[in-house]
């Protein structure tokens, strides 16, 4: 256990701290990124760490399944949040958030859960993270109450750092988009009050209770900036599959298209696939070569980090 939980732990024996876990559930189906949720999309798997418990980790676990009856893979913790406005009337709440990674089960074996357990696509909740197919309509829908924003602060030094924020996290004004400023992009539109969980319905995309869409905006994040240098693509992959089915995974992750030659280059010169001698043949097309992880690379080496070869 961690000191900060130590601290927690300590703090709840004295009734002043509950600890609540978060659970990040991410899956990859038919190209888009799905994420589970429970209370029909507006809430994500949680619960209290309680001290039948045996660690932070088996009870994150042992919520999601009661929750939503699906097993949980690979797991990570992703961040703690304790900010003070958490905190409800004689007591504080600790979230300790996870990410989860997951592939999941064909809608015939899948088994049903209570409290409105479902998969989503993540970019219901971010449509503005989405930036494979560029939609210039919703870019201003998003920017321009931003930069509203801006110049509506009372001085010439606060217009212009919320300008500078605006423009950077959004790639304006002849800054680049960065896919990984996830969480960045919502606490901003959140500090200018335009998303109706800081009170506010100007911008697009659902909400969801609490602060889920922030842990869940982190998660993102987390995912984006990590399948730059470690293989966790492939936790969401099925056992063999084929070049594209790969690259729409990370397209769908990464919201941005990449460049075909390039993304397998990269690929092949790190190993990362070994084929497996069989094709697939509901490609739509010609029959593709069926792949799968070499896993013997996690053995052998850490990979190194490389950027997405993006399409310009």
Request: glycine share 8%; proline share 5%; aromatic share 8%.
């Amino acid at each position: 256990m961690t000191q900060r939980m130590q601290e927690v732990s300590a703090a709840g024996q004295a009734g002043s701290v509950d600890a609540e876990l978060i659970a990040v559930i991410v899956s990859v189906t038919d190209g888009e990124p799905r994420v589970l949720t429970i209370d029909d999309g507006s809430g994500l798997p949680s619960g209290p760490f309680e001290t039948s418990h045996r660690s932070l980790q088996a009870a994150l676990r042992s919520w999601v399944e009661q929750q939503t009856h699906h097993p949980v893979g690979y797991v990570e913790q992703l961040y703690t949040f304790a900010d003070r406005d958490r905190a409800a009337p004689g007591r504080q709440v600790v979230s300790v958030s996870y990410l989860g990674l997951t592939r999941e089960a064909p809608r015939e074996r899948r088994a049903a859960g209570g409290r409105g357990v479902g998969w989503q696509d993540w970019y219901r909740y971010f449509p503005w993270e989405d930036r494979r197919e560029p939609d210039d309509a919703l870019a201003a829908q998003v920017t321009a109450p931003l930069l509203a924003w801006a110049e509506a602060a009372p001085d010439a030094m606060l217009r212009w750092q919320r300008r500078n924020r605006v423009t950077i996290n959004f790639g304006i004004d002849g800054n680049t988009w960065n896919e990984d400023l996830v969480l960045q992009r919502y606490e901003t539109l959140w500090e200018a009050g335009l998303v109706p969980e800081a009170g506010g319905s100007v911008v697009p995309g659902q909400a969801m209770a609490h602060d889920h869409r922030r842990i869940l905006a982190t998660g993102i994040a987390r995912l984006r900036g990590k399948i730059k240098y470690r293989p966790l693509v492939f936790e969401l992959m099925p056992p063999a599959f084929t070049l594209g089915q790969l690259q729409r995974t990370v397209e769908a992750l990464a919201g941005r298209r990449l460049h075909k030659q390039n993304f397998r280059r990269l690929i092949e010169q790190q190993e990362l696939v070994e084929e497996t001698g069989r094709m697939a043949t509901e490609t739509g097309g010609r029959p593709a070569k069926l792949f799968r992880f070499r896993r013997a690379l996690l053995v052998e080496r850490a990979v190194a980090g490389t950027k997405l070869p993006l399409a310009r």
